[in-house]
């Protein structure tokens, strides 16, 4: 289950990702700026997309404080082990985790969704919090149904990006 205010963002991007004049950087840009503004706890929201080639994940948009880390090997940090495990990562405290890039000290909590093409896992929405322990399974459910959005609307465009 989504919360309401999760279905009106949902409906917010739905609206935006059906404007043609849009790229598809350009659309997932929308995407970012939107969950960071409407929704509390998304202090900073990025999509990373894999290069199978070199084993590694690129940063291609986001919204909120500028990262070092635009591009991370497969394995390394939340988003590096997404690549790997094809699963929702949910990051209540990162002090906790010893796998884990710092993006900003300000970053308290985080939760990473794969994003999936065909059944392949292409990339992924990464969601980090100044807020410790602020994400829930509804969070999850929107992120996975947003990437899915992301996927039927782009297709195959977003292997080449
Ligand atoms: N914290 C992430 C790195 C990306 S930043 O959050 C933008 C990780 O451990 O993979």
Redesign the pocket.
């Known amino acids: 289950m989504m919360t309401p205010n999760h279905m009106m963002v949902m409906q917010q991007v739905k609206q935006q990702l059906n404007k043609e004049d849009l790229s598809v950087v350009e659309g997932l840009n929308a995407i970012c700026e939107t969950l960071n503004k409407k929704l509390e706890s998304y202090d900073?929201v990025?999509f990373?997309f894999s290069d199978f080639k070199d084993k590694m994940?690129h940063?291609k948009t986001?919204s909120?404080t500028p990262?070092e880390?635009t591009s991370?090997p497969f394995g390394?940090?939340?988003?590096?082990?997404?690549a790997l495990s094809n699963e929702n990562f949910l990051?209540p405290d990162?002090t906790a985790?010893d796998?884990?890039?710092?993006?900003?000290v300000d970053?308290r909590s985080?939760l990473?969704v794969p994003l999936f093409l065909e059944g392949e896992n292409i990339g992924q929405i990464?969601i980090?919090s100044k807020t410790l322990n602020p994400f829930t399974k509804e969070d999850e459910v929107f992120l996975t149904e947003l990437c899915s959005l992301v996927s039927s609307t782009y297709g195959k465009s977003l292997k080449q990006l």
């Not at 390394?76 to 997404?82: A, S, T």
């Not at 796998?99 to 900003?104: F, G, K, Q, R, V």
Request: proline share 0%; aromatic share 12%.
């Open positions: 900073w990025g990373y994940l940063l986001y909120g990262t880390h991370i390394k940090g939340i988003c590096g082990q997404v990051v990162v985790q796998n884990y890039i710092a993006c900003s970053v985080e990473v990464d980090d």
